[in-house]
């Protein structure tokens, strides 16, 4: 699982390089949902199949609280990319976006290798 993250990443940074901001944007937004659906799935099989400690203080410790947290999350930034589009700043959406995918692939990549020990 591991490789494939780091291969999507990296297809990621490659888009990122040489396109317009349209095809970035339908290569980035998936990859991102991806991530952190795989993340909130992780962390949720975690709480309930093993004795799970959280270390990210945000996440609440409750089904229904965890799934807003990554749903509001990711709406956030989503939007944020769209509205910065919008307003003209294209490379700042680009920014906001390569950065949330960092970050998850980072949070995929810690939870997946918390739950192998």
Same mark, same amino acid.
């Given at each position: 699982?591991?490789?494939?993250?780091?291969?999507?990443?990296?297809?990621?940074?490659?888009?990122?390089?040489?396109?317009?901001?349209?095809?970035?944007?339908?290569?980035?937004?998936?990859?991102?949902?991806?991530?952190?659906?795989?993340?909130?799935?992780?962390?949720?099989?975690?709480?309930?199949?093993?004795? *799970?400690?959280?270390?990210?203080? &945000?996440?609440?410790?409750?089904?229904? +609280?965890?799934?807003?947290?990554?749903? /509001?999350? $990711?709406?956030?930034?989503?939007?944020?990319?769209?509205?910065?589009?919008?307003?003209?700043?294209?490379? *700042?959406?680009?920014?906001?976006? &390569?950065?949330?995918?960092?970050?998850? +692939?980072?949070?995929?990549?810690?939870? /997946?290798? $918390?739950?192998?020990?």
């Amino acid at each position: 699982m591991k490789p494939a993250i780091a291969i999507l990443l990296l297809a990621t940074c490659a888009v990122a390089q040489d396109s317009s901001d349209r095809t970035f944007r339908k290569f980035a937004v998936p990859t991102f949902i991806t991530l952190q659906a795989l993340d909130a799935g992780a962390t949720e099989y975690g709480f309930h199949q093993r004795d *799970w400690v959280e270390h990210n203080p &945000l996440i609440p410790h409750s089904t229904a +609280g965890r799934m807003t947290y990554f749903g /509001l999350t $990711g709406a956030g930034v989503v939007f944020g990319s769209i509205y910065l589009e919008h307003k003209g700043h294209s490379r *700042w959406s680009k920014a906001l976006l &390569l950065g949330a995918i960092a970050v998850e +692939g980072y949070a995929s990549v810690h939870t /997946l290798r $918390g739950l192998q020990r």
